[in-house]
């Protein structure tokens, strides 16, 4: 991890929760779909953050337990994964990441963990960010 790379933090049940695609049905297999799609994105970038990328995959409940894969590290919260998330950009902020300019983007929809990221300097950016394109 260097300061050059933007810290994205994903919430999977937030993102896998947004399309009613079966996910409910496998929400390991979900996860593991999404953390597959995530790759591209810690080389490539997302809209208005170059690359290279570092990608937190943040799993809760039935889907703690995948593994990280090469450019996507996968944290599984011992509890709710909105805590998780607040431990992960706190410790950013902590490093004082913003100041040295290394953004922090958080990709969710809940309202209520977009305000407790943005305490700590966090961006945050919908779950169609990291969808795949149909």
Do not use: K, Q
């Amino acid at each position: 991890m260097t300061d050059e790379h933007t810290l994205v933090v994903v919430d999977a049940a937030n993102v896998v929760g947004s399309v009613p695609d079966g996910w409910w049905r496998d929400r390991r297999g979900a996860a593991e779909r999404l953390r597959d799609s995530l790759v591209p994105y810690a080389a490539d970038g997302l809209p208005g953050f170059a690359g290279p990328l570092e990608v937190v995959l943040v799993v809760e409940g039935a889907a703690r337990g995948v593994d990280s894969v090469a450019g996507v590290r996968v944290e599984s919260a011992p509890g709710e994964g909105d805590d998780r998330i607040v431990e992960l950009v706190a410790g950013w902020a902590f490093e004082a990441a913003p100041d040295a300019g290394r953004a922090c983007v958080v990709v969710t929809a809940d309202r209520a963990l977009r305000r407790r990221v943005e305490a700590y300097g966090a961006r945050c950016a919908g779950p169609r960010t990291v969808r795949p394109r149909d």
